[in-house]
């Protein structure tokens, strides 16, 4: 058995290692399963939710180092001291030689063994799965994991690297943590690291086992598709997704692989960027048959894209896309039926306050239990972990249910597989399909549709961005005055009748989280919503979100940027965006 020794190494504090909401980042689709005779696709990539970035600043020499010290400092001695710990990511570059130096760092804390998915790969959903299901050969269970990730964005030698922590439940550590982990790393004067511990052959499964000062420390390399298959999980898309998609929609379900389309993870998420959206899974909304420039005779029935650490999605019909918003809606209205978890009914039903009211109508007539969030999962987490939450999202693609705590990709994939499923018991012998845009017009025609986009202004002057939403903070002093100028915009949009800064008491901890972003509620059910983002590598990125409320079914069926044109107007005059930023159009539209 090979020796090593703790070594203590003298280090410096870096300015900025503030974790976001999920973590620390700097910067430096694939789909189809043919379920009978239905077509479907499936398409991978690259995301997550706010970790640190950029693979050049985390290459400084004990940069990296600093930051898992930190957290370390952070959790108290039983998370640490003897404890079980998982190391994983998306895979992109750098990813390989941070295992290594995490590895090393945990054996000389105390750790008593590491787990590490094949080849470092572990989606987001599936190390949390891990963390709660896994059991080791000697009856171990996990304490928590670091994940190597930057979510949606682009990997490379140039581009983004991230990393977050992820507590026993299987979620992203509190505020209370990456408060104490950002602390230290203000005043970090040395680190632990074992340096003469040899890397270990991340490639091979088996494990690996040590002897330190503090006794035997194992690191175990696991089959992680095996594992995520038996948690009912997926992935793909140039990212960890691949690894998953195989074993799940071809080997369990019965699809085709020639219906996977990148799903072999790489480094750099094959030059592209892999965020699930209409704007980023060209190749997808091509074959689905949403490109004007690129028709397709017959495009597939089902299609889904994935991100890099597979957490998020985006859900597809034959020339037809599904909004996040209505996504989760539509998963939760059909839950009960359709989907054999939650036969014995939801606990109830939680969103991200930018995710449209489409899930309070649905949780409102099936009289379920109803919470609006601040944008973070976490914030869903200790509701599921106090029973209170079965299923929840946000619009950022991000759909999940309390099987694990990290919003989960192929999870909903699966969800609405089974609800087209359900939907189609009796259709299976030729006869016409219900589809998916079949599925969402019988929604809105029961619930209304909640018509809705996403503006994002990305790397605006922060000093501007700030600007801009002082001003929309200090009309709210006034709705007649708001609804005066709203009226000298656009005459037919309805009146304000609240505007706030959203705050959010958590009913579990009684914690507060103020200033999550500001909103205009009009009386038909419509809403603005200006957001600051953090997830952004350099400079600031405004969030606008438009929301228009239909309840008319005979009008449920407008075109979308028809319908929000009003209230696009009003939100771009009210906030006088392009005086603030200089700004004429969006970075992005969603």
């Given at each position: 058995m090979v020796m090593f020794k703790a070594s203590r190494v003298e280090t410096t504090p870096f300015d900025g290692q503030k974790p976001g909401t999920s973590g620390l980042r700097k910067k430096a689709s694939h789909s189809y399963i043919p379920i009978s005779s239905m077509d479907l696709i499936w398409n991978g990539a690259d995301y997550d939710s706010v970790p640190f970035r950029q693979v050049k600043v985390f290459m400084q020499p004990n940069y990296l180092h600093n930051f898992v010290q930190s957290t370390f400092n952070a959790l108290s001695a039983e998370k640490v001291k003897g404890a079980t710990l998982v190391v994983s990511g998306d895979g992109r570059y750098f990813s390989k030689d941070a295992i290594q130096i995490i590895i090393k760092m945990s054996a000389a804390n105390g750790v008593r063994r590491v787990w590490v998915g094949q080849n470092g790969l572990l989606s987001t959903p599936a190390v949390s799965a891990v963390i709660r299901e896994r059991v080791g050969a000697d009856g171990s269970k996990a304490s928590g994991a670091f994940i190597l990730t930057a979510s949606h964005n682009p990997g490379g030698p140039h581009e983004d690297f991230g990393i977050k922590y992820n507590m026993e439940n299987g979620g992203p550590a509190p505020e209370a943590i990456t408060d104490k982990i950002y602390e230290n790393t203000k005043t970090l004067k040395e680190y632990f690291i074992a340096e003469d511990l040899p890397d270990v052959d991340i490639s091979a499964v088996g494990i690996t086992s040590f002897r330190g000062p503090e006794g035997e420390f194992d690191v175990d390399v696991f089959d992680s598709a095996t594992d995520y298959v038996k948690l009912m999980n997926y992935d793909g898309l140039h990212g960890v997704a691949g690894a998953y998609a195989k074993p799940i929609f071809v080997d369990e379900l019965g699809g085709q692989e020639s219906s996977l389309i990148n799903c072999t993870p790489k480094e750099d998420f094959g030059g592209g960027h892999p965020d699930p959206n209409l704007t980023y899974a060209k190749e997808l909304v091509t074959r689905m048959g949403l490109n004007k420039e690129k028709p397709q005779d017959n495009p597939p029935e089902f299609g889904a894209a994935g991100d890099g650490d597979a957490d998020r999605n985006m859900i597809l019909g034959k020339r037809f896309f599904v909004t996040p918003s209505d996504s989760v809606a539509i998963i939760a209205a059909n839950a009960v039926q359709a989907i054999p978890y939650f036969s014995a009914g939801l606990k109830g039903v939680a969103r991200s306050m930018p995710t449209s009211a489409a899930l309070d109508v649905v949780a409102k007539h099936l009289n379920l239990k109803f919470f609006e969030v601040p944008t973070g999962w976490k914030f869903f987490g200790n509701l599921m972990d106090a029973g209170l939450c079965s299923v929840c999202g946000e619009e950022s693609f991000g759909t999940g249910s309390d099987h694990i705590r990290e919003k989960d990709g192929i999870w909903a994939v699966l969800a609405w597989l089974s609800?087209?499923?359900?939907?189609?018991?009796?259709?299976?012998?030729?006869?016409?399909?219900?589809?998916?845009?079949?599925?969402?017009?019988?929604?809105?025609?029961?619930?209304?549709r909640h018509y809705y986009t996403r503006y994002d202004y990305e790397n605006v002057d922060a000093g501007s961005a700030k600007e801009l939403m002082a001003h929309l903070v200090k009309l709210q002093s006034s709705l007649p005055e708001v609804n005066k100028i709203i009226k000298g915009i656009r005459s037919d949009v309805s009146d304000v009748v609240k505007a706030d800064e959203f705050e959010y008491k958590d009913p579990v901890d009684g914690s507060i989280s103020k200033h999550q972003g500001i909103r205009y509620l009009f009386e038909d059910g419509s809403r603005l919503v200006f957001r600051l983002s953090g997830t952004g590598s350099e400079g600031a990125t405004i969030r606008l979100y438009i929301e228009q409320y239909e309840k008319d079914s005979s009008k449920t069926g407008r075109d979308s940027q028809e319908a929000l044109a009003p209230l696009v107007e009003v939100a771009l005059k009210l906030s006088k965006m392009q005086e603030f930023t200089g700004r004429s159009v969006p970075t992005v539209i969603t």
């Amino acid at each position: 058995m090979v020796m090593f020794k703790a070594s203590r190494v003298e280090t410096t504090p870096f300015d900025g290692q503030k974790p976001g909401t999920s973590g620390l980042r700097k910067k430096a689709s694939h789909s189809y399963i043919p379920i009978s005779s239905m077509d479907l696709i499936w398409n991978g990539a690259d995301y997550d939710s706010v970790p640190f970035r950029q693979v050049k600043v985390f290459m400084q020499p004990n940069y990296l180092h600093n930051f898992v010290q930190s957290t370390f400092n952070a959790l108290s001695a039983e998370k640490v001291k003897g404890a079980t710990l998982v190391v994983s990511g998306d895979g992109r570059y750098f990813s390989k030689d941070a295992i290594q130096i995490i590895i090393k760092m945990s054996a000389a804390n105390g750790v008593r063994r590491v787990w590490v998915g094949q080849n470092g790969l572990l989606s987001t959903p599936a190390v949390s799965a891990v963390i709660r299901e896994r059991v080791g050969a000697d009856g171990s269970k996990a304490s928590g994991a670091f994940i190597l990730t930057a979510s949606h964005n682009p990997g490379g030698p140039h581009e983004d690297f991230g990393i977050k922590y992820n507590m026993e439940n299987g979620g992203p550590a509190p505020e209370a943590i990456t408060d104490k982990i950002y602390e230290n790393t203000k005043t970090l004067k040395e680190y632990f690291i074992a340096e003469d511990l040899p890397d270990v052959d991340i490639s091979a499964v088996g494990i690996t086992s040590f002897r330190g000062p503090e006794g035997e420390f194992d690191v175990d390399v696991f089959d992680s598709a095996t594992d995520y298959v038996k948690l009912m999980n997926y992935d793909g898309l140039h990212g960890v997704a691949g690894a998953y998609a195989k074993p799940i929609f071809v080997d369990e379900l019965g699809g085709q692989e020639s219906s996977l389309i990148n799903c072999t993870p790489k480094e750099d998420f094959g030059g592209g960027h892999p965020d699930p959206n209409l704007t980023y899974a060209k190749e997808l909304v091509t074959r689905m048959g949403l490109n004007k420039e690129k028709p397709q005779d017959n495009p597939p029935e089902f299609g889904a894209a994935g991100d890099g650490d597979a957490d998020r999605n985006m859900i597809l019909g034959k020339r037809f896309f599904v909004t996040p918003s209505d996504s989760v809606a539509i998963i939760a209205a059909n839950a009960v039926q359709a989907i054999p978890y939650f036969s014995a009914g939801l606990k109830g039903v939680a969103r991200s306050m930018p995710t449209s009211a489409a899930l309070d109508v649905v949780a409102k007539h099936l009289n379920l239990k109803f919470f609006e969030v601040p944008t973070g999962w976490k914030f869903f987490g200790n509701l599921m972990d106090a029973g209170l939450c079965s299923v929840c999202g946000e619009e950022s693609f991000g759909t999940g249910s309390d099987h694990i705590r990290e919003k989960d990709g192929i999870w909903a994939v699966l969800a609405w597989l089974s609800i087209l499923a359900f939907r189609n018991k009796d259709n299976l012998d030729g006869k016409t399909l219900v589809t998916v845009e079949d599925i969402v017009r019988q929604h809105w025609a029961t619930f209304g549709r909640h018509y809705y986009t996403r503006y994002d202004y990305e790397n605006v002057d922060a000093g501007s961005a700030k600007e801009l939403m002082a001003h929309l903070v200090k009309l709210q002093s006034s709705l007649p005055e708001v609804n005066k100028i709203i009226k000298g915009i656009r005459s037919d949009v309805s009146d304000v009748v609240k505007a706030d800064e959203f705050e959010y008491k958590d009913p579990v901890d009684g914690s507060i989280s103020k200033h999550q972003g500001i909103r205009y509620l009009f009386e038909d059910g419509s809403r603005l919503v200006f957001r600051l983002s953090g997830t952004g590598s350099e400079g600031a990125t405004i969030r606008l979100y438009i929301e228009q409320y239909e309840k008319d079914s005979s009008k449920t069926g407008r075109d979308s940027q028809e319908a929000l044109a009003p209230l696009v107007e009003v939100a771009l005059k009210l906030s006088k965006m392009q005086e603030f930023t200089g700004r004429s159009v969006p970075t992005v539209i969603t």
